[in-house]
């Protein structure tokens, strides 16, 4: 038997390390950090053990890696042209503009779309933007579940499992969205995603974990939902979906049975820890309700669930949190999400801090502190994890380092307001997952970034050139979502 090889000790040293001292994080000047393999051995002053190297990180931000608990790992080929313009009949909702097919069954807006190289694109944008972990939404993942391939080969942490629904959306010959149930076809999907989890659950060493995932709390009947939980449950994994993200959600479920869809949750025995909420915007107390009469945010908290907030998507719809500082406040459980591009938690966190402090009129909410916490701390205890998150001895050895010695970040009164306030995903400069370094100097070393830019925009291209033959009457993209500029001689 050929000797067991041991992995290098690396040793961090100089510059600011973001620590966790066993409850917080804390600021660690001229620190130091070692690792061995997976994990981090040592965080602190000093280390007098032999390394078998030494990276200067002088000038350096260094920061655990990032969690994304809501993320759809693609190109987001239906996403990306909706900015500006959209249905008003919505109600300010983007993915209804692309999620429905053209008929019942019928053709979808991302039918050309290449589903590996979109994929590829999520996973590397993902990592370029010092995003370690991800909770990811991607419906089948692709053929033969290629998102849990593609995620093993790149290095990522990820979370998934094929999303479940009992019904779905879809636009009839005059262009009204419908909905159309089929409870049976969810609870097989359910039967399926199970199995799923059971076979992809801890491969590629471990970075990959089971989910129960279902898609949308509006496409979901109590059945389905009160045996999603109970299968995760069985499992030991999560629950996540999409829930409260749209105006007809919340207002039909209200009509519907006389109760809000957190209520609904906790009276089926659905809200509780391992549960985590993607977006949770429309609740009663909310301005974008005008229901004042329960205290979903209160019940929410109360049950032990998480929150994953996407703020960037919904402000570009319009759309926010009432108030972020109320969600922490009430005891839930805050993360972050990075949902679609640019997939970058630094942009999320900057947009989560500002958008909460104009949402509260209140310049102390929604801090710096608070939003760095909930993109990493936040999303560990999410996805019930202690060895995540963190800078700390028997920690997972995911790390981001940023260049921190530049005239964007300027002079740093405070190291964690300046990354949120001055900093961007272009000053990452190193990414490890696992003890393994999957960006170094500012280069992905997991795939061809140019290659994956290039499969990008064809799978983008192809669906954008055949978006009359998704629209029901056959009109072009241009014309539903017109650009922001006419071109030049027009």
Same mark, same amino acid.
């Given at each position: 038997?050929?000797p067991?090889?041991m992995?290098p000790?690396?040793l961090l #040293?100089?510059?600011?390390?973001?620590?966790?001292d066993?409850?917080a994080h804390r600021t660690?000047e001229?620190g130091?950090l070692a690792?061995r393999?997976d994990r981090?051995l040592?965080? @602190?002053?000093e280390y007098?053990?032999?390394?078998?190297?030494?990276?200067?990180t002088?000038?350096?931000?260094?920061?655990p %890696?990032q969690?994304?608990?809501?993320?759809?790992?693609?190109?987001?080929?239906?996403?990306?042209?909706l900015?500006?313009?959209g249905?008003?009949?919505?109600?300010?909702?983007?993915f209804?503009s692309?999620i429905?097919t053209?008929?019942l069954?019928?053709?979808?807006m991302?039918a050309?779309?290449d589903?590996?190289?979109?994929?590829r694109y999520?996973?590397a944008?993902?990592?370029?933007? %010092? /995003?370690?972990?991800?909770v990811?939404?991607? @419906?089948e @993942?692709?053929p033969?579940q290629?998102?849990?391939?593609l995620? %093993?080969?790149m290095?990522? #942490?990820?979370?998934?499992?094929p999303?479940?629904?009992a019904?779905?959306?879809? !636009?009839?010959?005059?262009?009204?969205?419908?909905?159309?149930?089929d409870?049976a076809?969810g609870?097989?999907?359910l039967?399926?995603?199970?199995?799923?989890i059971?076979?992809l659950?801890g491969?590629h060493d471990?970075?990959?974990?089971?989910?129960v995932?279902?898609?949308?709390?509006y496409?979901?009947?109590?059945?389905l939902?009160?045996?999603?939980?109970?299968?995760?449950?069985?499992?030991?994994?999560?629950?996540?979906?999409?829930?409260?993200?749209?105006?007809?959600?919340? !207002?039909?479920?209200?009509?519907d049975?006389?109760?809000?869809p957190?209520?609904?949750l906790?009276?089926?025995?659905?809200?509780g820890?391992?549960v985590?909420l993607?977006?949770?915007?429309?609740?009663?107390g909310?301005?974008y309700?005008?229901?004042?009469y329960?205290?979903?945010?209160g019940?929410?908290?109360r049950? %032990?669930?998480a929150?994953?907030?996407?703020?960037l998507v919904?402000?570009?719809?319009g759309t926010?949190?009432?108030?972020f500082?109320?969600?922490?406040?009430a005891?839930?459980?805050?993360?972050?999400?990075?949902?679609?591009y640019?997939?970058?938690?630094?942009?999320?966190?900057?947009t989560?801090?500002?958008?909460?402090?104009?949402?509260?009129?209140?310049?102390?909410?929604?801090t710096?502190?608070?939003?760095f916490?909930a993109?990493?701390?936040?999303g560990?205890?999410?996805?019930?994890r202690?060895?995540?998150? #963190?800078l700390?001895?028997g920690?997972?050895?995911?790390?981001?380092?940023?260049?921190?010695d530049?005239?964007?970040? @300027?002079?740093v009164?405070?190291?964690?307001?300046?990354?949120?306030h001055c900093?961007?995903?272009?000053?990452?400069?190193? /990414?490890? /997952?696992?003890?393994?370094?999957?960006m170094e100097?500012?280069?992905?070393?997991?795939?061809?970034e140019?290659?994956?830019?290039?499969?990008?925009?064809?799978?983008?291209?192809?669906?954008?050139?055949s978006y009359g033959?998704?629209? !029901?009457?056959?009109?072009?993209?241009?014309?539903d979502?017109?650009?922001a500029?006419k #071109?030049?001689?027009?």
């Amino acid at each position: 038997m050929a000797p067991e090889v041991m992995s290098p000790t690396i040793l961090l #040293r100089g510059g600011t390390i973001i620590a966790f001292d066993g409850r917080a994080h804390r600021t660690l000047e001229d620190g130091v950090l070692a690792y061995r393999g997976d994990r981090i051995l040592h965080v @602190g002053t000093e280390y007098a053990a032999p390394v078998d190297r030494v990276i200067d990180t002088r000038g350096k931000l260094v920061i655990p %890696g990032q969690i994304s608990c809501h993320a759809h790992v693609s190109a987001n080929e239906g996403h990306r042209p909706l900015v500006d313009g959209g249905r008003r009949d919505f109600m300010r909702s983007g993915f209804l503009s692309y999620i429905p097919t053209k008929g019942l069954g019928g053709r979808s807006m991302t039918a050309e779309a290449d589903l590996v190289a979109s994929i590829r694109y999520g996973i590397a944008s993902l990592i370029r933007h %010092g /995003v370690t972990t991800a909770v990811a939404f991607n @419906g089948e @993942g692709g053929p033969d579940q290629a998102i849990v391939r593609l995620a %093993g080969e790149m290095g990522i #942490r990820l979370y998934f499992a094929p999303a479940v629904r009992a019904g779905s959306h879809y !636009f009839d010959g005059d262009g009204r969205l419908c909905r159309e149930w089929d409870e049976a076809a969810g609870l097989a999907a359910l039967e399926r995603a199970g199995a799923a989890i059971e076979r992809l659950d801890g491969s590629h060493d471990g970075r990959v974990r089971g989910i129960v995932i279902v898609d949308e709390f509006y496409l979901s009947t109590s059945t389905l939902r009160r045996r999603a939980k109970a299968l995760a449950d069985r499992l030991g994994v999560n629950l996540t979906m999409h829930f409260c993200e749209q105006h007809y959600e919340f !207002f039909e479920c209200v009509r519907d049975t006389g109760k809000t869809p957190a209520e609904l949750l906790a009276d089926e025995g659905v809200l509780g820890p391992g549960v985590i909420l993607a977006h949770s915007i429309y609740l009663s107390g909310s301005s974008y309700t005008g229901h004042n009469y329960v205290d979903d945010v209160g019940l929410i908290g109360r049950a %032990g669930a998480a929150v994953a907030h996407s703020p960037l998507v919904f402000a570009r719809r319009g759309t926010a949190l009432d108030s972020f500082q109320r969600y922490l406040d009430a005891g839930i459980t805050m993360a972050m999400g990075t949902d679609v591009y640019p997939m970058d938690l630094i942009e999320e966190m900057r947009t989560a801090t500002m958008v909460g402090k104009i949402m509260d009129k209140n310049h102390e909410a929604a801090t710096a502190a608070a939003v760095f916490a909930a993109s990493n701390l936040g999303g560990a205890a999410a996805l019930r994890r202690d060895d995540i998150g #963190r800078l700390s001895a028997g920690a997972k050895a995911d790390i981001v380092v940023l260049d921190f010695d530049n005239l964007q970040i @300027g002079p740093v009164a405070d190291p964690i307001r300046s990354l949120i306030h001055c900093a961007n995903s272009s000053m990452i400069e190193t /990414v490890i /997952v696992d003890g393994r370094t999957l960006m170094e100097n500012g280069a992905l070393l997991v795939c061809d970034e140019r290659a994956v830019l290039a499969e990008a925009r064809a799978s983008c291209e192809a669906v954008w050139s055949s978006y009359g033959q998704f629209h !029901f009457a056959g009109r072009s993209l241009a014309q539903d979502f017109p650009p922001a500029l006419k #071109r030049w001689g027009d």
